[in-house]
């Protein structure tokens, strides 16, 4: 084991082989291991002395969750969440060895998919045809030219498409949540009106994709929906995480 720890990526059931020539984190990529206690296990390697979230890094964690989540159920860490030793994670295991079979069995068959609502910018002359306010100050701009005015004006514009993307986003929403077994908030983000994740079955993501993009067709003019998915179920476990490493290039 190197200085640098324990790198874990996430929890499996025991007995549950390793994708073929997966490798983790670091440069050259460390081999992975898995440590069992009794019915869950965990997919470890060496962590890299002086971790930080490179591209190259951040790429192969994502890579190896999507593979293992190809072939069993899968309880995935965020990038760095690092151990000091074996012992601590074994350690985590054995404590916490209900509450993680409990939720292997809930994400068993699952995927994420997020969904982003962002205004749609080629909404301005929708907003300008449709917001009683935008017209009004756009009319005084164009009668009184003048550095407040535009201020004034930029701020409704603004305003009106982050609120119309919001109205629309929940539409979406709203449309979307009987096609998932749960759905949870993501971070807020800036310049996003709605930022959500489905837990979907994995056989049924191509069909909510397809839905959702329907959707976002039919609310072209309201809101831009950026799909990302099928992924590792991130907003759907939470993860205990015992240490983070700074962000790099």
Request: glycine share 8%; charged share 25%.
């Amino acid at each position: 084991m190197t200085a640098g720890g324990v790198y874990v990526y996430a929890i499996i059931p025991t007995g549950r082989p390793l994708p073929p020539k997966a490798v983790g984190v670091g440069a050259p990529p460390a081999p992975l291991r898995l440590l069992a206690e009794g019915p869950v296990a965990a997919v470890v390697s060496d962590a890299p002395p002086q971790l930080r979230a490179r591209r190259r890094d951040l790429m192969a964690h994502q890579e190896l969750l999507v593979r293992l989540a190809d072939t069993c159920s899968v309880l995935p860490m965020r990038f760095g969440v690092v151990a000091p030793d074996e012992e601590t994670v074994r350690g985590e295991l054995t404590g916490a060895r209900k509450n993680h079979l409990a939720a292997l069995r809930h994400l068993s068959d699952g995927v994420e998919i997020n969904l982003k609502a962002l205004p749609s910018q080629d909404a301005l002359a929708a907003v300008v045809a449709e917001e009683k306010q935008v017209r009004r100050l756009r009319d005084e701009v164009r009668r009184r030219p003048g550095y407040e005015a535009n201020v004034r004006l930029g701020e409704a514009v603004a305003a009106a498409l982050t609120r119309r993307a919001a109205e629309a986003g929940q539409k979406i929403l709203h449309a979307l949540t009987p096609l998932a077994r749960e759905v949870a908030p993501g971070p807020e983000v800036q310049g996003c009106a709605l930022n959500v994740s489905f837990l979907v079955d994995r056989h049924a993501g191509d069909h909510f994709r397809t839905e959702a993009q329907k959707l976002a067709d039919s609310h072209r003019g309201h809101v831009e929906l950026r799909i990302a998915g099928p992924l590792p179920c991130y907003s759907f476990v939470t993860p205990r995480r015992v240490r983070t490493p700074a962000a790099g290039a």
